[in-house]
């Protein structure tokens, strides 16, 4: 099957999802107050095993609360298989959630299970952490149209391949790999793991510019910190917003013309550069009204 990723009536601004503890109402705000354009509220990990129920009330009052727009909101519930995860999705389908966020996919099936009970509106997004999850992120992209996005979970995958943490991140590039290649293949998006030195600036602007080298549309942040320079990066630049603009224009005024063959500054252009043109001319204007409407 055979799908376009570039669709503009439904560009999504996804360059910052920043991570927050359900279990932590103060950062509830903080997050609110940032820029990130996900917001993503942590029932799994970010919180202790007997902090769970109270977290799933403190994050179901936040999401129906209200007035974080035009920031969207995903909640990330516990797998399938713990002792939480039926009252996490029950409360999450419930909500005013953007999208629920389902950590250690590994297969369709799966998916599919918590597909069924998400109501029509709301997005499943799928992290991709594990071995098996890596191996299958194609039968998990292709799983159920309610699937919208794959989530690196690179530091469960560090564990699990025993690999470690360098700053080229070459013992993760097939996975990072394959893991697009899945999204891009069933039209979904796809966000980079997280950066976890907060102390190292030059470190995780180093790996935002990596993971947009890459492909994906936007990074995981684990604080509000580093939404700008996630929110800077992976936005198209002055430069490729004005090629970008030189290219739509001199394909339209050939069409207008009649003329089969496109030039700019002596390179051929082909449809697939009018796409890619298009699609940053329409991430540059997504990005410029949400700035207007913030």
């Known amino acids: 099957m055979s799908h376009q990723y570039y669709n503009p009536a439904r560009t999504r601004l996804q360059r910052s999802e920043l991570a927050v503890p359900g279990s932590s109402p103060k950062m509830f705000e903080k997050a609110l107050n940032s ?95 594990t071995p098996l999850a890596i191996l299958h992120a194609e039968e998990i992209a292709a799983s159920s149209s309610k699937t919208k996005c794959l989530v690196m979970g690179t530091s469960d995958l560090a564990a699990d391949l025993n690999a470690l943490h360098t700053s080229h991140r070459a013992p993760f590039a097939a996975s990072l790999s394959l893991c697009l290649l899945a999204a891009r293949a069933y039209g979904l998006a796809a966000l980079d793991g997280v950066f976890l030195d907060l102390k190292d600036d030059a470190g995780f602007e180093a790996a935002c510019l990596q993971g947009r080298q890459f492909g994906f549309d936007g990074k995981t942040l684990i604080h509000p910190r580093q939404v700008a320079a996630a929110n800077q990066i992976f936005a198209p630049s002055n430069d490729e917003i004005a090629q970008a603009n030189i290219i739509v224009t001199a394909f339209e005024q050939a069409q207008t013309e009649g003329k089969g063959v496109v030039v700019v500054n002596g390179q051929l252009v082909e449809n697939l550069h009018v796409a890619s043109a298009r699609r940053l001319l329409a991430l540059s204007g997504a990005i410029s009204a949400q700035e207007h409407s913030g």
């Open 35 to 129: 820029n990130a354009d996900y917001i993503f509220l942590d029932l799994e990990d970010a919180v202790a095993p007997d902090a769970k129920v109270t977290a799933r009330q403190q994050v179901f009052n936040e999401i129906n609360r209200g007035g974080y727009e035009p920031r969207e909101m995903v909640i990330r519930i516990n797998g399938l298989g713990t002792h939480w995860h039926a009252d996490d999705l029950t409360a999450v389908a419930t909500s005013n959630a953007h999208a629920i966020l389902l950590p250690k996919v590994e297969g369709a099936g799966q998916v599919r299970t918590v597909a069924a009970a998400l109501p029509e509106g709301m997005d499943l997004w799928c992290m991709i952490e």
